[in-house]
T-cell receptor, first 111, second 110 residues
């Protein structure tokens, strides 16, 4: 069974640009969460979606948005990129309740 | 929000040694998970353990929810155990967020 897949794996963007990151959960998992991890720190919660509805939002600016599709895949969008948005973006899926399975992440570099 | 403290922050072991990692949290939880992040950034779920004890091979974990701590035991460590170990918790006040500690960085030497 395929795990959580994220695309792209690496991305380089210029300040002010917009980026879209994609995530496909494990089959049967309806909950998808997004986390940002900067170097040397633990992951920080951005969003959780469940059954296509936003169920939780972390302390991130409105430049960050997300959505979940009918097949439970998800996209994270970041507008007006800043240098400080450079990080590893992680997607996780889970059953409710249950352990989170994380994807390999998208490493975003903003120059 | 709920605070998560992990100790020790850094640990160096020789192959074959045993270790105990600790996670303290500031409030009651309904979700506690241990993860291992390898040098390539992949986060691997080790245990989903809001309470009780679980074992998986050389690893075991215990969560004492009433005393607000969890322990991760690694026995007969191997070089492949190197990486960062994170404890993450969630409760009814965290808005569906898993709150991660700062991690324990483990290096196992041959």
């Amino acid at each position: 069974d395929a795990g959580v897949t994220q695309s792209p794996t690496h991305l380089i963007k210029t300040r002010g640009q917009q980026v879209t990151l994609r995530c496909s959960p494990i089959s049967g998992h309806k909950s998808v969460s997004w986390y940002q991890q900067v170097l040397g720190q633990g992951p920080q919660f951005i969003f959780q979606y469940y059954e296509k509805e936003e169920r939780g939002r972390g302390n991130f600016p409105d430049r960050f948005s997300a959505r979940q599709f009918p097949n439970y895949s998800s996209e994270l969008n970041v507008n007006a990129l800043l240098l400080g948005d450079s990080a590893l973006y992680l997607c996780a899926s889970s059953l409710e309740p249950g352990p989170y399975t994380f994807g390999s992440g998208t490493r975003l570099t903003v120059v | 929000g709920i605070q998560v403290e992990q100790s020790p922050p850094d640990l160096i072991l020789q192959e074959g040694a045993n270790s105990t990692l600790r996670c303290n949290f500031s409030d009651s939880v309904n979700n506690l998970q241990w993860f291992h992040q390898n040098p390539w950034g992949q986060l691997i779920n080790l245990f989903y353990i809001p309470s009780g004890t679980k074992q998986n091979g050389r690893l075991s974990a215990t969560t004492v929810a009433t005393e607000r701590y969890s322990l991760l035991y690694i026995s007969s460590s191997q070089t492949t155990d190197s990486g960062v170990y994170f404890c993450a918790v969630e409760n009814s006040n965290s808005g569906y967020a898993l709150n991660f500690g700062k991690g324990t960085s483990l290096l196992v030497t041959p």
